[in-house]
């Protein structure tokens, strides 16, 4: 597990590390196609999708109960026209496009529910009056609940993948579509009649952007910038709803999840490891202990002239079985000790000798071996502390752009304004002092956490 992090790493800072937006793109794309490759990864990836998966099931559980509610109101709509000899201006239209809707032949990426609701919502429209006769007619919430279910398990669906991590996932694979099987899959999403709407949006966007500097594209526009400004996702108006800010947040969530997966692997692993490599011993130093007593059992049998006439050699021998029983003891306790101690998640962390550790498993916080309530892990003076503990170098120093993307990457409001930023984390700190108790200086004398000039902090966890 250990090469697997070692390389999503690498291919993390290439494409977060880059100065050009288009070196980024490049970099999610290279980082995606590695974790496709990587089989180790796959039951990592399936089970970001359990949830999103039973949504899923749900929605296409209603959604044939919610076309056969439209199409039976349809059935009944067209009978009464026809029985009625209804003639209107444009009525003959609205019916070609309710047919064609319901068949797909418009909007073919949306559900069939949505396409029949909104057909028959124009053609009853046009039958009515005025709005209040609409209204009367169509109904205030429309005329199928199972529609009106499905669709609201649609938006709540679409509205979580922004928050979530197989959220993060799809945005990724996207970019990497885009760049290494745009014509292959926009193809494929066709035949499935699927939304190409945003999948070509990207595609435009990263176009302009690998036009970066260059200018024979639409780089002369902008030419008194510098070219370290062209396309610039934070700068360029024409390309802001791209962000490349927003899609490093996709990538920084979506490789944080897989690290702390193949961390607690490597976790559980190392204990098995352990414990096995322990329990060996214990086994063969028991086995020592039992050859003795069998000995001693055997030299009690002799008879008691053989026995003095090899005295020596019998308190040799009780020597050496009194020295495997104590060895054999002092095995057994030390692997008490350290399964207890690994156990209750004081040996685990970044090191086991520092002021503040970090149970990997259960991701809680130590200050001298007791735990530090932050009072929930969803506040942002606990992200603060939780990304000066993970991404701090070995001198402690996290700049304040490393924390701002941490805080980004964990939902919380996007800030482009440096004093706004500064301003959020100085806040962050008094808070984390206020409601955990910690005290503000270690042991040392110096401050847990500190100021760098004005570039970041740095935070002092020194050994115990």
């Known amino acids: ?42 039951p990592l990836i399936d089970k970001i999708f359990t949830e999103r998966d039973k949504a899923l099931e749900e929605i296409h559980k209603i959604e044939p109960e919610a076309v056969k509610e439209l199409q039976d109101f349809k059935k009944e709509l067209l009978a009464t026209i026809k029985k009625g000899r209804i003639k209107k201006e444009g009525l003959q239209k609205a019916i070609e496009e309710l047919n064609d809707l319901e068949s797909g032949k418009l909007k073919p990426h949306n559900y069939q529910s949505s396409r029949l609701d909104e057909g028959l919502k124009n053609l009853v429209r046009l039958l009515s009056d005025d709005e209040e006769d609409f209204k009367k007619n169509y109904g205030h919430s429309g005329i199928s609940k199972k529609h009106l279910t499905r669709q609201a398990l649609s938006l709540k669906l679409s509205g979580e993948k922004e928050k979530t991590i197989w959220g993060a996932y799809i945005n990724i694979r996207n970019v990497f579509r885009v760049i290494k099987e745009y014509y292959e899959h926009l193809d494929n999403l066709k035949k499935e009649k699927s939304d190409t709407e945003t999948f070509l949006k990207l595609k435009k966007e990263i176009d302009i952007i690998e036009k970066n500097g260059d200018e024979t594209g639409f780089s002369f526009l902008y030419s008194a910038r510098s070219s370290e400004d062209y396309f610039s996702s934070s700068k360029d108006k024409r390309i802001r709803e791209l962000q490349r800010d927003k899609y490093e947040i996709y990538l920084t969530r979506f490789h944080n999840y897989l690290v702390k997966e193949l961390s607690r692997d490597e976790k559980a692993e190392g204990l098995q490891h352990l414990n096995n490599l322990q329990m060996s011993k214990f086994y063969t130093a028991q086995q020592n202990v039992e050859h003795s007593e069998i000995v001693e059992e055997i030299t009690r049998d002799l008879p008691n002239k053989e026995f003095h006439t090899n005295k020596v050699a019998g308190e040799k021998m009780a020597k050496q079985f009194l020295e495997k029983a104590e060895f054999a003891k002092e095995i057994k306790n030390s692997i008490l000790e350290e399964m207890n101690g690994a156990k209750g998640g004081k040996k ?45 170098d070995f001198n402690g120093f996290c700049s304040y752009e490393t924390i701002n993307n941490y805080l980004q990457a964990s939902g919380e409001e996007e800030y482009d304004d440096d004093r706004q930023i500064k301003d959020r984390i100085k806040n962050g700190i008094a ?19 500190d100021v760098s000039r004005g570039k970041g902090l740095i935070f002092n966890n020194p050994s115990s």
């Open 431 to 449: 808070n984390l002092f206020r409601f955990t108790g910690l005290p503000k200086k270690n042991p040392t004398g110096k401050k847990l956490i």
């Open 1 to 42: 597990m250990g090469n697997q992090t070692g390389s999503l790493e690498r291919y993390y800072n290439t494409a977060v590390q880059s100065k050009k937006d288009w070196g980024f793109f490049l970099g999610v794309a290279d980082y995606f196609e590695l974790i496709e490759e990587l089989p180790e990864l796959k």
């Open 348 to 392: 685990t962390g970044k090191s086991a000798k520092r002021l503040i550790t970090r149970d990997a498993i259960a991701g809680e916080f130590y200050y001298k071996n007791k735990p530090i309530n932050f009072q929930g892990n969803e506040t942002i003076y606990f992200l603060i502390f939780e990304c000066l503990y993970e991404k701090s």
